[in-house]
């Protein structure tokens, strides 16, 4: 029986060394907008087999599987950026590894990181091999990756209509907890504010710890992002990436809506619903438009449109900012 077992093990594996595969993994599985994801990748290419090409060009064609589910909240196609291409030395303008090019061995593995920029779940990219004589590459299992709006907790149960998974109590405990969270802090809020109401400035200084305000977030965000000069060299894609990823979060957290999951159009209709003025609302969508032209239609901005949507973040942020209201102190 174990010499049965040991030969049928022995001829799969000869089978899988004999024929021409890919593999591929992430870490982690499951991401936040936005966020890098390491790609490993594993090729198997048989003896007596000439190796030309590598083409990772898949990377930019993934479909979203939730668009299929809602294709008014989800975008069709992924969003990739090539943040590291490692050994592959691969990056968004080269795509395609060939050996008489470079003059050196295509690698048979390594990892690769990329950055998503689009909200949904995808199964993991595998790259074209070009090999003489031609051959067919062996399909392998590849996992899905989930890719959530910020804020959401990285649990595979928020995408029941992708996977389906069974429910167990356990699955409810982190709402438990959250609500057990909150009210303990209510009521330490409320505790410390009856004992130390006669203290200047105390509750109005934890409260300020617990909740910055909007616009102090934004303006740090913006700052740091200006400090990076990412179109001053050469990088305007992620520069304007980084640049609606803030104007989104701080509309999110200013006016309570869902900007960072919204399309360019739901946000103008929620921000017009929130009775935010049509000049500020105009000013914002020009800057996520012209955006996703850059990111989608490999569109150029220029220093002129790049400078100047920043000094307009910084006025938006500024001509919306929300008043903190002084709390009289008692005697």
């Not at 990412?230 to 803030?246: F, S």
Request: glycine share 6%; charged share 25%; hydrophobic share 40%.
């Amino acid at each position: 029986m174990k010499f049965r077992l040991l030969l049928i093990i022995s001829l799969f594996v000869t089978v899988v060394s004999a024929q021409l595969s890919v593999s591929v993994d992430a870490i982690p599985d499951s991401i936040y907008f936005g966020d890098d994801v390491a790609l490993n990748y594993k090729i198997n290419v048989p003896v007596g087999i000439e190796f030309i090409s590598l083409d990772f060009n898949p990377l930019k064609e993934i479909k979203n599987a939730a668009y299929e589910q809602d294709s008014t909240t989800f975008d069709e196609i992924m969003d990739v950026d090539i943040v590291d291409g490692g050994v592959f030395g691969i990056n968004d303008a080269n795509l395609i590894i060939n050996e008489q090019s470079t003059g050196k061995e295509i690698p048979r593995q390594g990892s690769i990181k990329i950055r998503i920029s689009t909200i949904g779940a995808f199964l993991l990219p595998v790259p074209n091999l070009n090999t003489l004589p031609s051959q067919t590459v062996m399909p392998l299992q590849r996992k899905p990756l989930f890719v959530l709006p910020r804020g959401q907790a990285l649990e595979l149960n928020a995408n029941k209509s992708i996977i389906e998974e069974e429910i167990s109590w356990k699955d409810y405990l982190k709402y438990l907890y959250g609500i057990l969270g909150a009210a303990g802090l209510v009521l330490l809020v409320l505790y410390l504010n009856k004992k130390f109401k006669k203290t200047d400035g105390f509750v109005e200084e934890l409260i300020e710890e617990i909740r910055r305000p909007a616009h102090i977030i934004a303006i740090e965000d913006l700052n740091n992002l200006k400090s990076k000069q990412l179109w001053q060299n050469g990088e305007e894609k992620q520069y304007h990436t980084e640049l609606t990823k803030v104007m989104r979060q701080y509309v999110e957290d200013r006016y309570e809506v869902q900007a960072l999951e919204m399309t360019t159009s739901q946000l103008n209709r929620s921000m017009s619903e929130k009775g935010i003025k049509s000049g500020v609302i105009s000013r914002v969508t020009d800057i996520l438009l012209i955006a996703d032209k850059v990111k989608f239609a490999k569109g150029k901005t220029g220093p002129e449109i790049n400078e100047r949507f920043m000094d307009d973040a910084f006025e938006i942020v500024s001509e919306t900012k929300q008043e903190i209201v002084e709390i009289e102190k008692g005697e």
